[in-house]
Structures are given as C-alpha cells and as structure tokens.
C-alpha cells in the first residue's frame, strides 16, 4: 500500500495568515492526489482534487500543488471557517489511501 | 444537487455482520462509481470499496472477503455489508460518490457504527 505522511498534525495560525499542510507519499503518485476538510460533525469536503484542480464552488483561496512523491495544500488569507481538520488521499493506486489529517486551529 | 445519506444500525454485536444503506439522490447511481469509506476513532480514514455504474466492485484487500458492496439500481440506493466484525470495526461510515472512480466528491453526513457485546 502506498502510505500517505501528512504534516504537521496540529496547526495554529492567525486571521489573514498563509497556511501550508504537506502531504508525503511513499512512493510516486502521479498527481493522483486531493484534499479534503472537515469540520466537526460534519462530512468531509472536497477541496482540490488532481493535486491542483479547484472542486467547484471552492474559494480560490485555496490551493493545491505538489509532483511526484510531495504535495502541498495552502491556504491564503486565512479566515475562521476555515477551522477545520484537513487531509490528503492518493487515487493513484489500490488500495487509496490517506493521510493523518491535519488539524487547523486559530491563533 | 447529488445527495446520499446513510442509514443502518449504530450498534453491531461482535462476529455479526455490518449492513448500512446509502440511499440517492439528485443523481443515478447507474452513472459513476459509489463507494464506502470509514473514519476510526483517533481519526484514521481507510477506503473500503466502490461499486461502479455497471455493478463492478473493488475492495480493499485489508477486509479480504468480509465485505460486499452491492446495489437496487430501482431504488438509487446501495449498500454495505461487512461480516464478522469485531471493536476494530467501531467507526463512523461514510458513504460517497467516487468521480471517475478516484476521488470523493460528494459525501453522506456519516453513521456512527458501535461494535459491541
């Protein structure tokens, strides 16, 4: 299986700040990579899916990036609905997989 | 607007089996792929399988044969069974649309699953 590493797993920063969650895989996934956030007791949201691609309705401060084996999810401008747990998960083979998560707090 | 939304029992005994419903809407499950995924206590997210427009499955091999997905095309619904679970089954199950078989763009609000005696 391809093991997904996520850092760091607790995160706190400030209204207006920029946010960088990272996503290792153990071997190359081919851009074959989305995030997700999740707010407490809710579902979890599709944020960027093709390592880079924008879900629809997803505001475009957010953003995605990455190749090969590293992939990076960034926030800028960071607002307080952005509070949330955020993790990664590779398609690019059987079985997916994901990452730790991440935990987002407000400073 | 595709809609799903889980439904099942919260409490599952020990060795027994696992059946949850995620039922459709807004979109025809003969289209796409829908899958299952499950989210642990401490906050582990494993992928367990799909069943694809044509009624193909793909498992994860870590549930070898305990598990099968299966759909009622006439009721936009499909379904979870998992057999012989154990507490290591305790989970919140999640169920979705898989876009092109990778992805998971849409998602069910989640059931809580308890396996206990």
């Known amino acids: 299986d391809i093991q997904m590493t996520q850092s760091p797993a607790s995160l706190s920063a400030s209204l207006g700040e920029t946010v960088t969650i990272e996503c290792r895989a153990s071997?190359?996934?081919?851009?074959?990579l989305a995030w997700y956030q999740q707010k407490p007791g809710k579902s979890p949201q599709l944020l960027i899916y093709?390592?880079?691609s924008l879900h629809t309705g997803v505001p475009s401060r957010f953003s995605g990036s990455g190749s090969g084996t590293q992939y990076s999810l960034k926030i800028n401008s960071l607002q307080s609905e952005d509070v949330a747990s955020y993790f990664c998960?590779?398609?690019?083979?059987?079985?997916?997989?994901f990452g730790a998560g991440t935990k987002l707090e407000l400073k | 607007e595709v809609q799903l939304q889980e439904s099942g029992p919260g409490l599952v005994k020990p060795s027994q089996s696992l059946s949850l419903t995620c039922s459709v809407t807004?979109?025809?499950?003969?289209?796409?792929?829908w899958g299952w995924i499950r989210k642990f206590p401490g906050n582990k997210m494993e992928w367990m399988g799909y069943?694809?427009?044509?009624?193909?499955?793909s498992y994860n091999p870590s549930l070898k044969s305990r598990i099968s997905i299966t759909r009622d095309t006439s009721k936009n619904q499909f379904f979870l069974q998992l057999n012989s679970v154990t507490t290591e089954d305790t989970a919140t199950y999640y169920c979705?649309?898989?876009?092109?078989?990778?992805?998971?763009?849409?998602w069910g609000q989640g059931v809580m699953v308890t396996v206990s005696s």
């Open positions: 998960q590779q398609y690019y083979d059987y079985p997916y997989t």
């Open positions: 807004g979109y025809s499950i003969t289209s796409n792929y």
């Open positions: 069943i694809s427009y044509s009624g193909s499955t």
């Open positions: 093709n390592a880079n």
């Open positions: 979705a649309r898989v876009k092109l078989g990778a992805y998971f763009d849409y």
């Open positions: 071997e190359d996934i081919y851009n074959g």
